[in-house]
């Protein structure tokens, strides 16, 4: 059964800096991170392939937010910096096949962890 655990999510200043990690069992899968702002549909920020070996971002997201991971913790990892308002939503990790944009291929989620970004 797979599972997976949002956490390190809070209240930061623009400019600022917040790590997510979501930990994750039953299975070695690619992984995604997807936000939803108040009101919005949920939309792509990153993804990772199993291994760690390829990542893509965002436009939005590019240079600022980095995807990483630790097979041997379980748990992959989202450092955001430079933090705008607009960045602020729910953020869920979800297990893919690959690096797809599109939350109809992410099959598992987690419960999500906010992200709120003050000006």
């Known amino acids: 059964q797979v599972q997976l655990i949002e956490s390190g999510g809070g209240l930061v200043q623009a400019g600022g800096s917040l790590r997510l990690a979501c930990a994750f069992s039953?299975?070695?899968?690619?992984m995604g991170w997807f936000r939803q702002a108040p009101g919005k549909e949920s939309d792509f920020v990153a993804a990772?392939?199993?291994?760690?070996?390829?990542?893509d971002y965002a436009d939005s997201v590019k240079g600022r937010f980095t995807i990483s991971r630790d097979n041997t913790k379980k748990t992959v990892y989202l450092q955001m910096n430079s933090l705008k308002p607009e960045d602020t939503g729910v953020y869920y990790c979800?297990?893919?096949?690959?690096?797809?944009?599109?939350?109809?291929?992410?099959?598992?989620w987690g419960q999500g962890t906010q992200v709120t970004v003050s000006s």
């Open positions: 979800a297990t893919a096949g690959g690096l797809s944009h599109s939350k109809d291929l992410y099959r598992y």
């Open positions: 039953g299975g070695t899968y690619s």
């Open positions: 990772i392939t199993w291994n760690g070996v390829g990542a």
